[in-house]
């Protein structure tokens, strides 16, 4: 064979056959103080809804209305945010994707689905819903589809599919990468009602027409936006009003679990919601926390007299493990009520609740008892940090936390960035863009960044990362050179390898929002370096369904600036799971303490210490590459 044509067409064979690595993370690129939030630049629409869409880029949906940045002749209702340098473009939205929902594909394709009638200045109906209608020239989203190309240069565009007429959706990831869109309304309101209900859940790819529940038509008028994940058992968990299922959605058939207690959970009463962390300790077992919400009667929504901004927000915090126990249980209580929190999962394991008020719901309207038009009053300015390893009566925590400056009420947002801070934006009860001094709680464009405690400290670099996770399959190596153990090789004990997708946000919700922590071992020395030993994801894709994650490594409580890899075939089909790799017994060696220059143990001594080279020194992926390209240069030059 020519030797260049084996440099040309071969070696890249050979390369692509390399395992997937990822280039070890660096620091954070941002400085900012531990329990504090920093002002940064205004965003150009209005953060209704929010995901980490592609590696560093925040994107935004508004709903449709006079923001002051123009697009295409028209305000701009989405744009893309780079939160390396703060750099914003404006995105064009074809449809008003007011009050929509969103989630992931496998393939990475994130959806926003649904939405609201179009509108013309003041949030009043256009006289056509097919975009022509000025000032705005927005369609009707009810029956929208929405896709971002997967591209660096993203836009928006109308899917070729149309879901049934949904206001308010929730969108689940299931475990074949598609999607299931439940519930909403056929047009806007403060609550659901019969006439106008869409009490059915549909697929997206489409997988037929709407399957009508009879759960969501029995739990009006509060069940938009109801409260939904995939459990690890494949059933979903589903919950509005006072009333819980369990719904094998491949045969239609629904549960009853207890009833929800203490307060109404769901929009528009908007309790903070997460998924726990899915551990090998918990044998990857779904436990669901709900802490806040409003305290109010089925019927009181609806009752001429009902006053939202009087009622207090609820304290209450409960647990439910579905697949386990259809009873909830009760854990310690808010420090101060909330309605309209946001849960926000953090990589060391711990959930963090920011956003929301005291007194109120969501919601927005001209009523004389409302705050200009706000339906809620008191915002809660400091966070509160959740710690579930702490002791009953001491998990709920604002120890070293700052207020912020910015109440953020109806249609606030936050979410996990790979750095580990929490972007933090959004507010606007308010029918359209709505600004001034005598204006309370006005359209909020200012935008600021939360640093948890670890956020100043130094970073793990983990090597060996891969890009890819199968369900099942051999197990990696990372390796950790002394920085990365704090110059203590004792704190690998207690290392995790983090898998976590951040989510769609909006309304107090977190759609798609889970951390798994994969089971691993170590392999210590006493030269304060370590390997660990970690299998990739549990066998089971309703566990954590297909698509892009942040991949984090936990040394001490620090993470690892968090990488971008994808979960699964990066297909939407069934995903093939594969046999759990057998995982060495964690162990410490004596070695002396002289490190290689890169940090990692030196061979030979581990050689004579018992070690095996190829586990404490198993080259990354970049060594990998440089050192296959050496033998091919060496071998085409030396030919020649």
Request: charge should be negative.
């Amino acid at each position: 064979m020519d030797k260049r044509f084996f440099l040309i067409a071969v070696a890249p064979i050979a390369l692509a056959q390399l395992p997937p690595f990822v280039p070890a993370p660096g620091q954070p690129i941002h400085r900012g103080d531990p329990g504090t939030f920093e002002i940064i630049p205004d965003t150009l629409v209005s953060s209704q809804q929010i995901f980490l869409g592609r590696p560093g880029k925040v994107y935004i949906l508004d709903k449709v209305q006079n923001n002051p940045t123009k697009i295409n002749g028209h305000p701009a209702w989405a744009e893309e945010y780079r939160t390396t340098d703060d750099r914003q473009r404006t995105m064009d939205v074809v449809t008003n994707a007011f009050c929509a929902g969103g989630n992931v594909l496998a393939n990475g394709t994130w959806v926003n689905v649904g939405g609201n009638q179009a509108v013309t200045l003041a949030g009043e109906p256009a006289e056509s819903q097919d975009g022509t209608s000025a000032p705005y020239f927005d369609a009707d989203g009810r029956r929208s589809l929405l896709n971002p190309c997967a591209a660096e240069d993203c836009e928006w565009s109308a899917s070729p599919f149309e879901t049934d007429q949904r206001w308010y959706p929730t969108v689940e990831a299931l475990e074949d990468g598609s999607i299931i869109i439940l519930g909403g309304s056929r047009n806007g309101g403060f609550v659901n009602s019969a006439a106008l209900s869409v009490p059915s859940y549909e697929y997206f790819p489409p997988a037929g027409p709407p399957i009508i529940s009879p759960f969501l038509e029995n739990t009006l008028p509060v069940n938009l936006y109801p409260l939904t994940w995939l459990l690890p058992s494949g059933n979903l968990f589903v919950q509005a009003a006072f009333s819980t299922i369990l719904l094998d959605h491949k045969n239609h058939v629904e549960t009853p679990l207890d009833d929800m207690p203490h307060a109404v959970r769901v929009y528009p009463a908007s309790a903070g919601t997460v998924m726990m962390p899915l551990t090998p300790e918990n044998n990857w077992t779904a436990t669901l926390m709900f802490c806040g919400g409003s305290n109010i009667a089925n019927e009181e929504w609806t009752s001429p007299g009902f006053v939202a901004i009087t009622r207090p927000a609820s304290t209450s915090c409960v647990k439910i493990t579905p697949d386990l126990s259809r009873s909830y249980v009760e854990d310690d209580s808010l420090p101060d009520g909330r309605s309209m929190a946001s849960c926000v999962l953090l990589p060391d394991g711990k959930v963090l609740c920011l956003n929301g008020a005291r007194k109120g719901t969501g919601g927005y309207g001209k009523r004389p008892w409302a705050i200009g038009q706000s339906y809620a009053d008191d915002p809660v300015l400091t966070p509160v940090l959740y710690d579930p390893a702490a002791p009953a009566g001491q998990r709920w925590s604002s120890d070293g936390f700052s207020a912020s400056t910015v109440p953020r009420m109806y249609h606030s947002s936050a979410l996990l960035l790979a750095d580990g801070s929490i972007f933090v934006s959004g507010s606007n009860p308010n029918k359209d863009h709505t600004v001034g001094p005598d204006v309370k709680y006005p359209t909020e464009y200012r935008t600021e960044r939360f640093f948890p405690s670890y956020y100043n400290q130094r970073r793990p670099q983990p090597k060996g990362l891969l890009s890819q996770f199968s369900y099942g399959g051999p197990p990696f190596d990372v390796t950790l050179d002394s920085d990365d153990l704090f110059g203590d090789f004792k704190n690998v004990e207690a290392a995790t390898v983090v898998v976590l997708r951040p989510g769609f946000s909006t309304h107090a919700m977190s759609m798609g929002q889970r951390m798994v922590v994969l089971q691993s071992s170590y392999t210590g020395y006493t030269n304060n370096s370590a390997t660990l030993h970690v299998n990739q994801m549990p066998p089971n894709p309703a566990i954590f369904a297909p698509g892009p994650a942040l991949l984090f490594v936990v040394v001490k409580g620090v993470p690892s600036v968090g990488v971008h890899v994808m979960i699964g075939s990066g297909q939407i089909e069934q995903q093939k799971t594969l046999p759990v790799g057998s995982l060495p017994s964690s162990s410490i060696i004596e070695v002396p303490n002289t490190n290689s220059p890169n940090g990692e143990p030196n061979a030979e001594r581990n050689n004579k210490s018992g070690a095996l080279s190829l586990v404490a020194k198993r080259p990354n992926g970049f060594e990998l590459w440089v050192a296959l390209w050496m033998a091919v240069l060496a071998s085409f030059f030396g030919g020649l």
